[in-house]
């Protein structure tokens, strides 16, 4: 329901007199639904110029597409984000591109919260009508009800696949006519909106002069032939339905909303007149955010309705200058992407550039995140390994490895503080686990220098939670091994095990008999040869499978030299 909320009076007087915007704010207040509005926070801005929000300085700073550069992120409320973002649109299957925009967004917000403590409350829209949607429908011969809500249901699974964290709510369009009729008309009576003989709704940019274009500028739309508009960049608001269309009765006659205004009323309904962050890929800029805002601020009379535009970049597929998308047909889905690679290698993918570059997707991309992870969890195992005492190593610079972490931590939250720069968290993370690794030299005679396994429990604790907080987890074993059970671990590890005992007898020296003269130097006999020739065989092998076997350990009670598995990765 829309919130039916009092308003105050004297606060009322105060925004009249404060938004030059206003036309007429009685006419906001009183719709013939009797739906009330009150700013929930301050609505800032007066012009077509940003104005940095009034409230809560949360120190970061933040790329916003209405500035085209980094501000401060300010909030209306202390450790509150109200963020609505544009869902897609559900006529075919999810692809990567959509995976990429959610995945970067899903970051943002798992790092606004658990690493700022700012509670983000998320809303997204499904655009479950539209004209793509009826001709889809149409094609198949079923009904657009139900074509949306198959693909809306695949969509959400996706979605969880990639370990991307829900919205606070999802909200369908087709649930939300009543809603949007009364926000068309509020613009009406603010005179901003105008109805044509046709049963059509248009917005009417001319009314709010050089407001329009405060996000990508005025634009160059050329009207549609035919249609009653005053000005040729006039956009839908309503659009009476055809025959056979779905559609609602609507004070013009029947209908269905135009695209933009299902994400002005949406937002309002839960947010109110004012908004901190809105996200969505690059191609919504223009003209659809451009509109939304239009809208609301027409709406609203309001100066300032959505302080942050967050736009992710487009993912491509290599050597294409198109985006990946449903029309154009030249989509990976999602489910198909994950039968070759994991959800954390995906992320990966994404966290190595920045949210809002245009990022490539090709076979080798995909392989460079994966041995990013790879080199990460090879570094985790290995330092188990040595915390375990199975990996010897010469004594560690411990007091400086502590530093670094030190010196990483802060540099994590600098860049994070920084517009989300996540490639520089990986850098920052890739440095700490080569001068880890540094440190980790196996030495195949143990000696009795110091240890240092707590400083390497620190790394690794940190590593994991960095990589938890941006959604990667280290410790998901299905994404290392295809047996969730374990069970194939433990057999690789017997496996191994086997293969070193087998190696150690191939490489024992009989005995020399009393009275005959002792070898120079013991080797293994030639009958043992192919025993060792084996073992080398199936290290090899192991290998290419991830299996890394290193002749380093000393697992043995006895103080006997044995290999042991050092990293089992994917
Ligand atoms: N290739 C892509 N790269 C990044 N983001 C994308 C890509 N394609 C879609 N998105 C984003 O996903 C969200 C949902 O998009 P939408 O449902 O319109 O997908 P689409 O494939 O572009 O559909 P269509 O081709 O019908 O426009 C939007 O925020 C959109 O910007
Ligand atoms: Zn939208």
Not at 31 to 36: D, M, R, T, V
Not at 62 to 83: D, F, H, M, R
Not at 86 to 92: I, R
Not at 540 to 546: E, T
Request: aromatic share 8%.
């Amino acid at each position: 329901m829309w919130p039916c909320i009092t308003i105050c009076r004297p606060l009322l007087l105060k925004l009249r007199s404060r938004y030059a915007f206003s036309k007429d704010t009685r006419q906001t207040l009183v719709s013939p639904s009797k739906l009330i509005f009150r700013p929930s926070a301050s609505c800032t801005g007066v012009g077509k110029k940003w104005t940095r929000p009034t409230g809560y300085d949360t120190g970061l700073k933040t790329y916003n597409s209405l500035t085209k550069q980094k501000e401060p992120l300010v909030l209306a409320q202390e450790g509150i984000a109200t963020w609505y973002s544009c869902g897609p649109t559900v006529y075919d299957h999810a692809h990567l591109g959509h995976a990429c925009s959610y995945v970067r967004f899903d970051i943002i917000q798992r790092v606004l919260s658990r690493v700022f403590g700012i509670n983000v409350i998320h809303v997204m829209v499904i655009t479950d009508i539209d004209d793509k949607i009826i001709r889809r429908a149409l094609e198949k011969s079923i009904s657009p009800t139900v074509l949306a809500r198959m693909y809306e249901e695949e969509f959400k699974n996706d979605m969880l696949a990639l370990k991307v964290l829900p919205p606070a709510v999802y909200l369908r369009v087709t649930e939300n006519i009543p809603q949007i009729v009364a926000f068309i008309e509020g613009i009406i009576r603010n005179e901003h909106a105008y109805a044509t003989k046709q049963g059509d709704v248009y917005f009417d940019i001319g009314s709010i002069g050089d407001r329009y274009g405060k996000l990508m500028g005025a634009g160059d739309a050329t009207g549609e032939p035919g249609t009653e508009k005053r000005d040729s960049r006039d956009f839908a608001l309503w659009k009476a339905s055809k025959p056979q269309e779905p559609s609602w009765e609507s004070p013009w006659g029947k209908g269905r909303p135009g695209w933009h205004i299902e994400c002005s009323t949406i937002a309002s309904s839960v947010f109110g007149s004012q908004l901190d962050f809105h996200s969505g890929g690059i191609d919504l800029a223009f003209p659809h955010h451009e509109n939304e805002i239009a809208q609301c601020e027409a709406y609203h009379q309001c100066g300032q309705w959505g302080n942050y535009f967050l736009h992710s970049g487009h993912l491509h597929l290599k050597g294409s200058a198109e985006k990946m998308s449903k029309s154009l047909n030249n989509y990976i889905t999602i489910k198909d992407f994950l039968e070759s690679y994991s959800a954390n290698e995906f992320r990966m993918f994404c966290l190595l550039t920045k949210y809002r570059s245009a990022i490539d997707y090709s076979d080798a991309s995909l392989n460079e995140a994966r041995s990013s992870l790879a080199t990460i969890t090879a570094f985790t195992h290995d330092a188990q390994a040595y915390m375990r005492g199975q990996l010897q190593c010469p004594a560690v610079e411990e007091g400086a490895l502590w530093e670094r972490l030190a010196e990483t931590k802060a540099n994590v939250v600098r860049a994070l503080a920084d517009d989300f720069d996540t490639p520089r968290v990986v850098n920052a993370i890739m440095s700490l686990v080569y001068h880890g690794n540094r440190q980790l030299q196996p030495i195949t005679k143990p000696d009795r220098s110091p240890r240092s396994p707590a400083v390497f429990g620190a790394f690794l604790a940190y590593i994991r939670e960095v990589f938890e907080v941006l959604g990667v987890d280290l410790l998901d074993r299905k994404a290392h091994s295809v047996d969730s059970s374990g069970t194939l671990e433990n057999v690789v590890e017997q496996l191994a095990r086997f293969r070193s005992d087998v190696r150690a007898f191939a490489l024992s020296v009989q005995e020399t008999p009393p009275g005959e003269p002792a070898h120079a130097s013991p080797s293994p006999c030639s009958e043992k040869l192919p025993l060792l020739k084996a073992c080398d065989t199936l290290r090899k092998d192991l290998a290419s499978m991830g299996v890394h076997i290193r002749v380093s350990a000393c697992v043995c009670q006895n103080g006997e030299m044995r290999e042991g598995i050092i990293h089992r990765a994917r």
